[in-house]
């Protein structure tokens, strides 16, 4: 049994707390509001975030960070992006215990071009920083509060430590990979959001199943062209955090990215979608990111380049879509060729 602190009291925090409470794990969740850590130690609720589901009574929650991470050795960041600085500047402060930092968000910093790990890097000192670990694949939270079948990678440059992870989360209804590729890990569970809004746009213009499919198909030609580029292994986009992400997110209408492009698709302006959703839509963000990437690394990336005129160049989703489909003509094994051209074989 090892004590746990999750950061971040949100859905995916609460549903992997759930997942470690399962295994017998002293778990602490950690969350900013007050009058929802009352909830969680009172009614073992969490009704904003998984509403209808109740929570193992072992998961105590905490909104004073220092005595949430008292004693703990590894704990689980499970906040937005955005957020990530602010809540880690936080912790430096309030202990000095060298820490395992298990990062569960999926995005990239727009102007730093940073992955999450590396923001991890940037901000805990040596001293405060054992190992960091990437959990990430295709897994809604509101499945995973209720025990539904669910399988996700973790990554680390220390395998060691990836597999301790997998140890802590494995389990009957949660299976657990391990994968070398930390840069692959990372840049498909955040791309895979800049398609999930492309396709809910799809959608909700009508488009239907045909429009989708290529969206998925083409936008995983994306995602493994610049990943690549960064130096991760191809062949991770074709697991859990690649076509697996990405089928799941493309698909569901849990997936908030999806919920959030469909709006947009039916004419509502990015502003009232954001109002709308309640909760961060990270894709937002992370095309910024990726389309700052792609102009930096010189890569082609059409389906991230007409989001980003829709988002933030006010271009309409349907004229997006036109452009799209009346680009120049292409091979769709070129980005293969290209690829193997650049290994040498």
Known sequence: MERITVVGAGSWGTALALVLADNDHEVRLWGHRKEQIEEINTHHTNSKYVPSVELPKTIIGYHDLKEALLDVHTIILAVPTKAIREVLQNICTVTSTPLTVVHVSKGIEPDTLKRISEIIEDEMPTDLLNDVVVLSGPSHAEEVVLRHPTTVTVSSKNMKTAEYVQDLFINQHFRVYTNPDVIGVEIGGALKNIIALAAGITDGLGYGDNAKAALITRGLAEIARLGSKMGANPLTFSGLTGIGDLIVTCTSVHSRNWRAGNMLGKG????????????????????????????????????????YDVLFNNQSPKEAVDNLMTRGRTNEMADLFNFLEEKGQ
Request: proline share 2%; aromatic share 4%; hydrophobic share 50%.
């Open 268 to 307: 509502q302006s990015l502003e009232e979608v954001l109002a709308n959703m309640g909760m961060v839509v990270e894709g937002v963000r992370t095309t910024k990111a990726a389309y700052q990437l792609a102009k930096k690394m010189d890569v082609t990336m059409p389906i991230t380049f007409a989001l």
